[in-house]
Nanobody
Framework: EVQLVQSGDELRTPGASVKISCETS????????IDWVRHDPGQGLEWMGQ????????KYAQKFQGRVTFTADASTRTASVHLNSLSAQDAAVYYC??????WGQGTQVTVSS
């Protein structure tokens, strides 16, 4: 059974950064890209980018370039997203996903002063 288990909800102040992890199981970690998407009621579903766990190569959506970093650790089968310089517009539920298809359960990020 394919499973993607994300880290817990986060509360941050504006200007801070957040790191969300996605621990995977049930498939060969390096065989599938991991995508990161986020959803909020105002913006809908936004694709943030993806990482190839085999070689660590990344592709970032233009909107997030310079502010987001994806990592993938094959030894722990865990992918992570690090987003800095948070603003209220970054408040959303963040998901990792693989094209099996399978999604993580979502991580709520709240940005508030």
């Amino acid at each position: 059974e394919v499973q993607l288990v994300q880290s817990g909800d986060e509360l941050r102040t504006p200007g801070a950064s957040v790191k969300i992890s996605c621990e995977t199981s049930g498939y060969t970690f390096t065989d599938y890209y991991i995508d990161w998407v986020r959803h909020d009621p105002g913006q809908g579903l936004e694709w943030m980018g993806q990482i190839d766990p085999e070689d660590g190569s990344t592709k970032y959506a233009q909107k997030f370039q310079g502010r987001v970093t994806f990592t993938a650790d094959a030894s722990t089968r865990t992918a992570s997203v690090h987003l800095n310089s948070l603003s209220a517009q970054d408040a959303a539920v963040y998901y990792c996903a693989v094209n099996l298809p399978s999604w993580g359960q979502g991580t709520q990020v709240t940005v508030s002063s």
